[in-house]
């Protein structure tokens, strides 16, 4: 009834350890392959949820609730994978269960020169190719321990022991670890760990039923189960939210107890806020989550602040500084205010008649080579990336909408408008 649970400090190699010793002890080696295609079956994309056992979650994506309900979704669907015991998990699967004593972890110690060389061998790269392929993969290893097992993530790491298969050879550690093993299983060793086992299947199908609903996807609550009766812990922001919790739970099979008193309610300001929980369709199982509250109301309040400042503050100062900054807030073009004329004369027109300025402009461009219309507004000139709106206004003042890129020093117009000449 035993279930091993493999970790390491690494995310690359081990694969062929794990094989002999599920192949030693007869044991089932569960693969990510097979877990995710069993939580997809909820509704989820495979992707999506192969990305969150893969990748650290990006800092935009921490202020979401769905890759927190993607990990309940693959730990739940691992524990009915291991749910009837002789499995083994490896990687970040094993790090997905709890640190219960009905579980043996096992650390495995490799060096970075073995692991290089099982990925050179297994994905045909270079030695410098393979190296910077394992400290990547080790450096994303570790950012998704620190955001699955909190600040001491190192203590995803505790286990019963340590081997290190390439100091001691694989065989031999494999038979160690299989004595361990036997030696463990007994009638009264077997029926603790399917206990345990089925602990964890009950606080998994607690945490989906929270996922899947409505009212309590957003919430971040801890679920323990023992013998029939889960435990709640956690804050809620409201009497509302409490009861939600306990309309779920208490409908999951096999919760014969339900204990709330470790949930803490907020203050009363905070508990009004509780009917402004995120409302979405039912139907579709990813419909029920989304952005953090907190979030979407810190992002109307920037929303707010910056119209009140431009049509309360921006007035206040002169029009062509208060538009230009707002354009650099918003993303909007510049306006570039001067006279279309051409790379040859540049500012040479101003003073002359538009009729005699646009008559020399299209003659410099069409029978000089190279010459091309720009806009002058005095100080400097920019090389029209529209070439035919140059020609329409060659030698009028206007005012010209756009973006300047500074390495070319061209102006992409947005619009373009005629202006009086002084």
Not at 286 to 310: D, K, T
């Amino acid at each position: 009834m035993s279930v091993l649970v493999i970790v390491s400090e690494s995310s690359t190699g081990g694969r062929e350890f794990v094989a002999a010793l599920a192949d030693k002890l007869g044991y089932l080696c569960v693969q990510p392959e097979v877990v995710i295609e069993r939580a997809a079956a909820r509704g989820f994309s495979q992707k999506e949820l192969r990305e969150t056992l893969e990748k650290p979650p990006s800092v935009w994506q921490r202020f979401l609730h769905k890759p927190r309900i993607h990990l309940t979704m693959l730990r739940a669907a691992l524990v009915e994978e291991i749910r009837t015991g002789n499995a083994i998990c490896y990687g970040n699967l094993g790090l997905l269960l709890p640190r219960t004593e009905g579980l043996l972890r096992i650390c495995l110690d490799q060096s970075q020169e073995s692991r290089c060389a099982s990925v050179r061998e297994r994905l045909k790269l270079t030695p410098a190719e393979a190296t910077s392929w394992v400290r990547e993969r080790d450096r994303d290893a570790r950012r998704w321990r620190r955001w699955v097992c909190g600040p001491d993530y190192d203590r995803g790491l505790c286990s019963a022991f340590s081997v290190d298969p390439e100091s001691i050879g694989v065989q031999q550690t494999v038979d160690a670890i299989a004595l361990i093993v036997r030696a463990r299983t007994d009638d009264v060793g077997d029926r603790k760990q399917l206990a345990v086992l089925e602990d964890l299947a009950l606080s998994s199908r607690v945490e989906v039923a929270l996922a899947l609903d409505r009212a309590t996807a957003h919430l971040e609550l801890g679920i323990q189960a023992e013998s029939g009766s889960v435990r709640v812990q956690g804050r809620l922001r409201g009497v509302d939210e409490l009861e939600s919790v306990r309309r779920v739970v208490e409908k999951v099979e096999g919760v014969a107890e339900l204990n709330l008193d470790e949930v803490r309610l907020s203050s009363d300001e905070l508990a009004a806020f509780a009917a402004l929980k995120p409302r979405t369709r039912a139907g579709n199982a990813e419909a029920s989550f989304g952005l953090n509250p907190w979030l979407i109301w810190a992002s109307m309040a920037v929303v707010l602040v910056l119209v009140i400042f431009y049509y309360a503050a921006v007035p206040r100062v002169s029009s062509t500084v208060s538009h230009a900054l707002f354009r650099r807030v918003t993303g909007v073009g510049q306006t570039f205010t001067g006279i279309i004329t051409d790379t040859k004369c540049a500012g040479s027109h101003a003073g002359m008649p538009e009729a005699a300025s646009a008559g020399c402009v299209r003659r410099c461009v069409k029978t000089e080579p190279g010459v091309r219309f720009a806009l002058h507004d005095g100080k400097a000139m920019y090389v029209l990336a529209d070439q035919a709106g140059g020609d329409k206004f060659a030698g009028r003042r206007v005012a010209v909408i756009g973006t300047v890129d500074k390495e070319t020093n061209t102006l992409t117009a947005e619009s373009i408008r005629s202006l009086r000449m002084r």
